[in-house]
Structures are given as structure tokens and as C-alpha cells.
């Protein structure tokens, strides 16, 4: 399942890249930019401002997801069921159902388009989400890309067994892995996740020859002081599975999902200063890392 194709992106591996974002991810981060990518079925956004009262979804309603009162449609998530149903009904867009299933030859269709753009050194990465979360679908898009000579990258958060991404190793020119933190406690504080399974997924790209891009979200109050970052660095370095490290400030642009979603949003004090990370890229580079801000 996939929640969102970006075309003529920049900043996700090299070149100009066509996106592909999977829906579903086993880790639940505190400070996660796109939350309608963690549920495995489709989700709801509800845009109440652009609703014109035609009742069209009440009307469909089943348990009753949306009713009206006095000419004003209300939805109600806590009874949504199926999210399908209500897919492409509204002639306002209100609804917006996200997620869905689409098979790997449509999704080729809307690549192969693109080629044209890719150039030397474009092409598709794999976002989501967790694209190893469906382990099957990643192996059977990454094969048909490269079979097609397309470049394929992959961001990961690298918590999934590793049969999930052995299954596409040999189809993925560059993994960029998410590298949190070092500190067990805190990423299971986090993310909810258990550390030890990224860690060895770590090692296992580098025994395999993998090309690896660590990957740092710089978050306040989880990983942007000396004692959290420098011990991030010095694994980065010491492992060698990479010689390349981005630190990706953090950044509240999801704080509208989480309002479709209907969800608090509780990590606008995350937000951290740019001219703080310096130090941090000075150190890696010391260590002999390239490095790289915002990715």
C-alpha cells in the first residue's frame, strides 16, 4: 500500500528523484512529520473548511462517520471503520482518504514518465513510512526499477527484520538510514522501537556491501546535545558502512496532518537552532565523514 507519489524531488539521494512514499511503519517517533504514514490501512483527513453541506458522505455513512446538524457536516473518527468508502465521493475534497492499493505496474507508469528528468545520476527512492514494512511489495517495485536501469534509493529507519530488506539488498543502489541515537532508553522513548534490531540491521549493510548515507534527524530534547550527538558520530564513523552523514534538522511542517488527524501535536518545542548543528558537522568531518545539512 502507498500513501503519496512526489515528483521532482532534491533532496531525497541525488539528482532530480520521483518519491514513493508506503504506508505503514512499525515505529510510532514522537516527532514524525508524516503521521498518516503509520497506520497499515487507509486513513482519513477531514477538511472542514472546504465542506459545502451537500451530505453526500452522510449519506454513505455506515456507523455514522459523518452527520449534520443545522446545515454543518461533522465527522466522527472515533466510529470510522472503513475509510474506502468514502474515497472520491466529495465534489468539495473535503475528504481526503489516504492510502491505498495500487499495483506495482501503475506505479511504474507514473516512474517511466520521469525519465526524461532523472538524468545521470536521478531516479526513484523509496520513502514512506517504512518501505521494508512490506517487505514483498518493496522487493517486487525495487526489481522491476532496476530491471528498467533506474537508480533506486531507499530511506529507512532500518527497524524491521532483516529478511525484510535482504529481499531487495541487491536491487538498491544507496540506503538512507536513519541513525536516532545511540541511547537504547531513548529510542524506545522515542519511537517506541527497540534499538538493538537497527544497530545489527547497521552491521549487516555493511557486511553485505551495502552503500550507506547515515541519516540524523536533529531533534531537541532527544538527540541535539555533545553527550547525545558525538557518541551518533563516532558510530557512523567507526562502522565505515558510509562515508556520508546528514543532519536533517527538525522541522514542524506536519503540525497540519496532525490537525486533519485530529491528533495532538506535541513537538513544536522540538524545533532546533541550524547554527547549533555546526559543531556537530565539524566533528564528523573531523572524523573523516562528508557531511551535509537538510539532507
Known sequence: MFFNIQRYSTHDGTGIRTNIFFKGC???C????NPESQKDEPDLFFHAGRCIGCRTCVG????GEFTAEHGAVSFHREVLRDA???RDICPARAIEVVGGESSVGEILEIVMKDLPYFGDNGGVTLSGGEPFWQPALAEELTR???QRGISVDVETALHVPWE???RSLSNIDVFLADLKTTDPAKFKAFTGGNLELVISNFKKLKENGASVIYRVPVIHGFNDSRADMEPIIRFAAELKAGTEINFLPFHSFGKGKYDLLEREYKTEEMAVNESGIFPFIQYAEQLGLKTSLGG
Open 60 to 63: 454513505l455513512s455506515r456507523n
Open 84 to 86: 474506502e468508502i468514502f
Open 26 to 28: 512499525p515505529l510510532r
Open 30 to 33: 514522537k516527532y514524525c512529520a
Open 144 to 146: 522491476a526499477l532496476k
Open 164 to 166: 525484510n530488506i535482504r
